[in-house]
């Protein structure tokens, strides 16, 4: 589902529009009296109109301003007020790219935001989002022009970079960037014991504002000291007593169990929105988050079980006594885990209900029990903050799926609306 998003960028492209036309956030006067105004998301479009309306009864995602703003809160204390990257890859965790951004900015620890995808950088600075926006992904030949324009901080780690980017942004002085050093993950970045000469000819090529180094950490507790070490040591070794280049490297995890690795500024993504990076119980005790989102939907039939009867594909249950069921319009096309068939729960109300039977594409079924407690048109919660059995670590943890899939795979087409 990770593939959607490249997908609807693809068929933008493709329609020969070459930037996303994301509106900044309009003020919209069609919002009924006494409705709570609300921003809506979709596609990357920001319209503003009332929370799902209350005859929607297919998949939503509700996002939730103060818990932002309470996570926020949680890094700042944690991190003694570092300034905070925000990292807001991948629809900024299923939240909604553009909004989401827009709503980070208005704290003043968020200094700057940090995505993957040049296409995301750009529909950034597109909708009016300011400050620093890194590009932590490779920066393609044709976009380099375009990513420099937009004053986006590109990632050093190619060893061709220093003539290259120059070369394709036209300019041959003050690019933004930063430094992305592999201390270990082997993933991106200049491997660490060859980045010193590397990075001298960088320096000496004049052609950047080199404002910040980085490295990633492999979130393994004894060897993420290794690289942390790793990295300071290239980047002490770099400083030739001219502008201080700002070190970046906690994620979530470093967030809640590095702190030595804080050094000028953090760099989450999960812990902003509510989820917890690595072990959820002691994280929650150290500060606990509030998911920032809710997959919901409204529940479209209600119907009683004879004994013998089954449900779903591959008929996995069978009643053994009477018994009612709820049928939710959402699935695993909707980023719903198919694992949830294995102890999942859904909200409905104060209560919440197992699911049974297969998650199909476009619907889950749940069990209501002997009384018929749930109605067509109640809001069902799949993942969110109402109750321990949604969370989505909750969820993540009876699944045996990753929190990270949890967020990323929401789809990105389903509406987000932003409550104040
Ligand atoms: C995704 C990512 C982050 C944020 O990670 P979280 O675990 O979500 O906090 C930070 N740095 C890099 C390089 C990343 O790719």
Redesign the pocket.
Known sequence: MSIDRRIFLGGIAAAGITRLAVPAVVRGDSSPAGSTPVRHEHDGRTTERAAAPADRFDPWIDVDRSALEHNVDVVRRLTNGRPILA?I?NNA?GLGLVMTAHHLSRYPEVTGF?V?KPEDAIALRDAGVRGTILL?GMAPDEAVADLVAADVTLSLYLDDDRERLPARAGRRTGIPAHV?LDTGMSR?GIPYHRARPWLSDVRASGAFRLDGA?T?FT?EADFDREQLTRFTDVMRSADDGGTPIALHA??????YHLPDAHLDMV???????G?Y?SRPTEERALAPLLPAFALRCRVVRVERLRPGDSVSYGRSYVADRPTWIATLPAGHADGYPRGAVNGARVAIGTRTYPVIGAVSASHVIVEIGADATVAVGDVATLIGPDHLDVHPNELARVTDSSV?DLFMHLNPSLPRYYAP
């Open positions: 990292v890859k965790y940090a993957v932590m992305y991106m980085f990633a979130e906690a994620s979530s995890n470093g967030v760099r989450p993504g999960i812990a902003l929105f989820g990076p990270y």
